[in-house]
């Protein structure tokens, strides 16, 4: 459930009504006032301005409530996560001052001519001569924007805008926001190239599936520097971080338990083939059709990849008939495709990961009184499920050591990073995923992910902590 704050500016006529009259109108209304600014007194006529902290479908509900009192003259309605997005989010700021003529020479002509002919002699020198060392392109269409669906890339904006902003404040990288005004794929991957040479990495973001697979891949094969669908990779990473730590909870091994994946779309195929890449052995992954199964034939080259892999299951069946004996279920679809009865069905000391946003698979009401360990997507239960504990640390490490790729061990290297950052006597039901804002969570990250990229052989720079 989302929550906002509003700031109400009200006349009150005192006559016809009292501050303990708009107080309780607020209350009945689902409003739960957090300050009160005098802005002018008076023993007839006051104005103030109260914020409010509402649900925000209740908002509206709030504000026609105290319209409609006789005493009340709504002045202005501030929504402050409107005024937190006026002019955009993020700004471009110089590393030096212009001050004068001999400034204005050495950082533009003639004296940048000098630097520019360097960079041409060697192209490598672009990381050391430009911000191409420390910058990230966010690029999405808009077709896929988390909760909201195909919304175009104006209204994708402002969440690109503030995955930019935790980029900066996180891990110091610079990122900036590209929304492509199309659709095609062929176009997208034009784009993309011919954009690339200021940037050190690319991070795609709310593409919609199964174009992002073909848009990533071949962007992978055909630029030299990391590309990395965060919807897909982010989300498989904290997943297995997550996963990790519920079987130290539970006892249980990673190569031992049977895992079920409901939702075989973007996010859903990457956190397979991660699962298999720590040591998952009998692993069931399921679509709106059914479970894919080993040997089947399917139409998308992803889930043809899947039933080929030996540790996929063979046994057909909906959801509701593979569930049973799980001892994982991990939900990447929609809401309330996952019953009570269902997870009763599973191993004991079962583990539900229900990250559909923003209903889960399963209501976490219903499903915590019947399983160990339960991660979702939302900020209001424990154990969240969030991209924002990966993406600053992965590509501050990329760029560290100007890697050309990010690679299966580089995730796998992020996952278990993260999930060292919970101590063994931190470990329990309820925390098994450090927070966002854990400082220790970008620091190794990075680290594991520069150790990772020089033992691949893909780390073009050697940081000096690791010479």
């Not at 992978?220 to 909870?249: M, S, Y």
């Amino acid at each position: 459930m989302a929550y906002n704050s509003i700031i109400l500016r009200l006349e009150l006529n005192h006559r016809l009504v009292s501050f303990g009259d708009v107080a309780s109108a607020v209350s009945k209304a689902g409003g739960d006032i957090t300050s009160i600014d005098v802005i002018r007194p008076g023993p007839d006529i006051s104005v103030r301005d109260i914020t409010i902290h509402v649900v925000d479908h209740e908002e509206t509900h709030v504000v026609d409530c105290l319209k409609r009192m006789d005493g009340i003259t709504v002045v202005n309605v501030s929504d402050r996560t409107f005024l937190a997005h006026l002019g955009g989010k993020i700004s471009v700021q110089p590393n030096m001052p212009v001050r004068n003529r001999d400034d204005l020479s050495r950082v533009y002509t003639p004296g940048v001519a000098r630097v520019s002919m360097a960079i041409h002699e060697s192209v490598d020198k672009a990381y050391s001569l430009t911000i191409k060392r420390n910058t990230v392109a966010v690029v999405t269409d808009g077709t896929a924007v988390l909760g909201l669906g195909d919304i175009g890339p104006y209204a994708a904006a402002p969440v690109m805008e503030g995955k930019a902003m935790l980029f900066k404040q996180l891990a110091g990288v610079d990122a900036f926001p590209v929304c492509l005004d199309t659709k095609d794929t062929e176009e997208i991957i034009r784009t993309i190239k011919a954009i690339s040479p200021i940037f050190g990495g690319i991070n795609l973001e709310d593409i919609s599936s199964p174009r992002c697979f073909e848009i990533e891949s071949r962007l992978v094969e055909e630029l030299d520097i990391p590309v990395f669908h965060d919807d897909q990779h982010g989300t498989a990473i904290v997943v297995i971080a997550g996963l990790l730590n519920a079987l130290k909870v539970t006892g249980k091994k990673v190569g031992d338990v049977r895992v079920v994946v409901n939702g075989i779309g973007a996010a859903g195929v990457s956190i397979c083939k991660m699962l298999l890449a720590a040591g998952v052995r009998r692993l069931v992954p399921v679509d709106r059709e059914g479970a894919i199964v080993r040997g089947g034939g399917y139409p998308y080259p992803m889930w043809r990849w899947l039933a080929e892999q030996p540790q996929v299951e063979d046994a057909p069946g909906a959801l509701r008939d593979v569930i049973a004996g799980a001892d994982v279920f991990i939900g990447v679809s929609r809401g309330g495709v996952l019953s009570a009865e269902d997870v009763r069905r599973m191993a004991p000391e079962r583990i539900v990961f229900a990250m559909a946003n923003p209903q889960p698979e399963i209501a976490p009401e219903e499903a915590l009184p019947l399983v160990r360990v339960l991660a979702t997507g939302r900020s209001d239960y424990p154990n969240q499920i969030n991209n924002v504990l990966v993406f600053p640390g992965l590509f501050r490490g990329t760029l560290d050591c100007r890697a050309r790729a990010i690679n299966e061990p580089m995730k796998l290297a992020a996952a278990r990073a993260i999930a060292s950052v919970v101590s063994a006597s931190e470990l329990n039901e309820q925390y098994i995923i450090p927070s966002i804002f854990n400082e220790h969570v970008v620091a190794k990250v990075r680290h594991a992910v520069i150790e990772a990229a020089i033992l691949t052989g893909v780390a073009r720079r050697t940081p000096p902590e690791f010479r």
